[in-house]
């Protein structure tokens, strides 16, 4: 069983939870009942993988965005990237849902 906190694990509540073929259901169950009550976010993977799915989603969103600056200078771009995800992907993100 794969209980994988996101970092930084005390700003990010993220956990990310994965089981192998011979872990049993309850395990997983247990574990995100467990993170629940701590605070966490437990999402389940289909499968284990090699580093966090929210790291590689972080990853193509921001490759997206410098696709669409490709033809300006670099150094004016850090910043703005910076600030247009600051203030909308992440706005979007953390806003309650439902």
């Known amino acids: 069983m ?36 701590i605070g966490k976010v437990p999402v389940r993977l289909q499968k284990e993988i090699y580093s966090h799915v929210a790291n590689r989603l972080q990853a193509r969103i921001i490759a997206a965005v410098e696709a669409c600056d490709a033809d300006r200078p670099i150094a004016a771009l850090v910043e703005e990237r910076d600030s247009r995800l600051r203030v909308s992907l992440a706005v979007k993100s953390a806003a309650p849902t439902g």
């Open 2 to 37: 794969l209980g994988q906190p996101f970092n930084p694990p005390q700003l990010v509540p993220l956990v990310e939870l994965a089981g192998r073929e011979a872990t049993a259901a309850w395990v997983l169950d247990e574990a995100e009942r467990f993170h629940t009550r």
